[in-house]
């Protein structure tokens, strides 16, 4: 290639994003332009040199397009060019996987990068690592889910990345995965739709239908009622009982920790109320921890709310698929999702 600075169009030189330019804005990708490679994948203004053989081995579709391909416009040494329309950040995440062995699955963003590419290209090898981490992230059972906050905090999972895992769940058919990825999205939708500044429009994203937004909405208020019905439960029945001060031991103080828990903000959650909170499956956090008002109460009775809460889990927990309209846990599994 010339070295003169004048040849500007076909001189190769460093840009952003490690990539290199050539002829007509086409730009090389620094790191994957291998000069034995015989094939180009072309996406957008960018090129990748790589190798045919070492693809093809792990991807029939691939394979199936080289076999088409053709001489690009500006390929060198009539090496072959097959159009991807792809986002070439997404296919650099996928061939670092074969050349540098980079399976970056410890980030919620490159991971969905590698299971979208992978599953449009059927590539087992990727698809199924990428599907273990999603399938321990978003389990079927109450206890898994609970163990999976760690691992949501890890990955890095925040609003727009529970929306886009399930645009992807839903466009794959894993729908196993559907209830506990709804719950993480209703979670931080909810946190956010309680801050004064949230507007439910300007903070929807716009590269998202808004059929999706409605689900979600209706998906909420469904989960709240829930909430009230089934978790919150015994609550309602302590409330409505004419006869609590002789049927409870703690009845004036419980009383007062029953109301503050349901008509005021949470304590030490800043201003999150009752109404606003869907996170409803913590492991170790109870009503009894976020009623600004239990003192009186003793520590027998303290202990009966917890464990009342943790059998009004378990009830919601098994309508959790009915409540987003998915069917049962049963039927879920007999899908194969």
């Known amino acids: 290639m010339p070295d003169d600075e004048s040849a500007s169009g076909n001189k190769?030189?460093?840009?952003?994003?490690?990539?290199?330019?050539?002829?007509?804005?086409?730009?090389?990708?620094?790191?994957?332009?291998?000069?034995?490679?015989?094939?180009?994948?072309?996406?957008?203004?960018?090129?990748?040199?790589?190798?045919?053989?070492?693809?093809?081995?792990?991807?029939?579709?691939?394979?199936?397009?080289?076999?088409?391909?053709?001489?690009?416009?500006?390929?060198?040494?009539?090496?072959?060019?097959?159009?991807?329309?792809?986002?070439?950040?997404?296919?650099?995440?996928?061939?670092s996987f074969f050349y540098y062995h980079e399976e970056n699955l410890d980030a919620i963003g490159p991971l969905l990068d590698l299971f979208e590419i992978s599953s449009k290209y059927i590539v087992p090898l990727i698809r199924e690592k990428c599907l273990a981490v999603l399938h321990r992230a978003f389990p079927p059972t109450l206890s898994e889910y609970q163990d999976a906050s760690e691992l949501h905090a890890k990955l890095g999972v925040f609003f727009e990345d529970a929306l886009r895992c399930h645009t992807l769940a839903t466009a794959q058919g894993l729908v196993l995965l559907l209830p506990a990825i709804r719950l993480l999205c209703l979670k931080h939708y909810a946190n956010m739709a309680h801050q004064e500044d949230f507007d439910q429009h300007r903070s929807w994203p716009s590269y998202l239908p808004q059929s999706l937004h409605i689900d979600l909405l209706t998906w909420s208020r469904k989960l709240f009622l829930l909430k009230r019905v089934k978790l919150d439960k015994h609550i309602q029945e302590f409330l409505s009982d004419p006869e609590r001060d002789k049927n409870y031991h703690c009845a004036r103080h419980l009383a007062i920790a029953f109301l503050s828990y349901t008509n005021e903000m949470f304590q030490d959650l800043g201003d999150l109320r009752y109404e606003n909170d869907l996170d409803i499956f913590p492991e170790h956090t109870f009503a009894a921890d976020l009623a600004r008002h239990q003192e009186g109460i003793c520590s027998t009775c303290l202990s009966q709310w917890k464990e009342k809460e943790k059998e009004g889990r378990r009830e919601v927990w098994e309508e959790v698929p009915n409540c987003f309209s998915l069917g049962t846990w049963e039927e879920l599994r007999a899908n194969g999702g």
């Open 12 to 95: 190769r030189r460093r840009v952003d994003d490690g990539e290199t330019q050539s002829s007509d804005n086409i730009t090389r990708h620094e790191k994957l332009w291998f000069d034995d490679g015989n094939i180009v994948l072309r996406c957008s203004q960018t090129d990748f040199r790589v190798h045919r053989s070492l693809l093809a081995l792990h991807s029939e579709v691939l394979r199936d397009m080289f076999v088409v391909a053709s001489p690009g416009e500006h390929a060198e040494d009539d090496v072959p060019v097959v159009s991807l329309s792809d986002d070439p950040v997404k296919i650099a995440r996928f061939l």
